[in-house]
C-alpha cells in the first residue's frame, strides 16, 4: 500500500564531474569576496525564475532542457587534497532532467549532448572555463538508476513536493521515521524527513530514536509513537 501511494517521480537532474586545469571564474561578482570566494558554497547558476521554469517545464513533458539550471561546486578551491597540484575537480549537479525521455531515446545516446548543455550554462557565466577541461564523468538519471540503485535516478529517494515532506514524508504512516508492524526498525535517509543534502539530519533523527529506545527511556512506549516532534525542535543540540 504504502508502495502504491508514495510518489517517487522519474528523475531530477543529471551530474557532471569534471578534472580542469582551473576553477570557474564568474563574471560581476563583487570585489568583497572572502578568500576562497564563491568556491567555499553552492553556486547557483540561473538568470532568473523563468531559467528555472522553462527547465523544469521541458523535464515534465519529457524533453531535455535547452538551458539547465546548473550549481557547480569547486571544492577542490578549499581542500586542495581532493585534485592534484595544479588541477581542481568541479562538480556540476544540472536540472531538471526526466528519467525517460518522450522520444523514446536512450539516456546512452543524449548523455554527451545533455552533458555538453550543463557545461555550455556554466561557460555563460564562466567565460574560457570549457577549454580548461580535461577530465569529465557523466551520470545520467539512468547512470544514477542503475549505480546507486536510486529509483527514476531520483536522487532524493522520493519526490519533495509538499505533500510528501514534514510530517508527511515520506508518507503519514512512516513519518515517525519507524514502520507500523515492524517494531526495532528505523527509517533514515534522503526519503524521510528533512529530505536528502549533506546534512545528515534525517540519520540524526533516526539515530537519536534509537539511543531514547537502548536507554528505555520510552520503555516500549516508542512502538507507533512518532517521532516527528524530535526532527526538528533536537536537531540543534
Known amino acids: 500500500r504504502w508502495r502504491r501511494q508514495i510518489i517517487v517521480g522519474s528523475g531530477i537532474g543529471m551530474a557532471v ?7 570557474p571564474e564568474y563574471r560581476d ?5 572572502p578568500a576562497h570566494g564563491v568556491h567555499s558554497a553552492l553556486g547557483l547558476l540561473v538568470t532568473d525564475r523563468d531559467h528555472l521554469r522553462r527547465a523544469q517545464t521541458a523535464a515534465a513533458v519529457g524533453e531535455l532542457p535547452d538551458r539547465p539550471a546548473c550549481v557547480a561546486m569547486g571544492f577542490s578551491g578549499i581542500d586542495p587534497t581532493l585534485s592534484p597540484p595544479g588541477h581542481h575537480l568541479v ?3 544540472a536540472q531538471w532532467h526526466p528519467r525517460h525521455l518522450a522520444d523514446g531515446s536512450g539516456w546512452d545516446e543524449v548523455a554527451a ?13 564562466a567565460p574560457g572555463f570549457a577549454d580548461g577541461i580535461e577530465h569529465r564523468h557523466v551520470q545520467t538519471p539512468q547512470a544514477l538508476e542503475s549505480e546507486l540503485a536510486l529509483i527514476g ?9 509538499i505533500d510528501q515532506m514534514f510530517m508527511l514524508r515520506p508518507h503519514p504512516d512512516l513519518s515517525g521515521h519507524e ?11 534522503a526519503s524521510t524527513h528533512p529530505g536528502g543534502g549533506v546534512t545528515g539530519a534525517s540519520g540524526r533523527i533516526a539515530g537519536r530514536a534509537a539511543i531514547a529506545r537502548s536507554s528505555g527511556r520510552h520503555r516500549g512506549d516508542t512502538r507507533g509513537r512518532r517521532l ?3 526532527s526538528p525542535r533536537h536537531l540543534a543540540r
Open 17 to 23: 564531474r569534471l578534472g580542469t586545469r582551473e576553477l
Open 228 to 230: 516527528w516532534p524530535l
Open 29 to 33: 561578482l563583487p570585489a568583497d569576496l
Open 179 to 189: 514502520v507500523p508492524g515492524a517494531d526495532g526498525i528505523l527509517l533514515a535517509g
Open 113 to 125: 549532448t545533455a552533458a555538453d548543455a550543463v557545461i555550455a550554462e556554466v561557460e555563460r557565466h
Open 91 to 93: 562538480n556540476l549537479w
Open 153 to 161: 535516478g531520483n536522487i532524493m529517494h522520493v519526490e519533495m513536493t
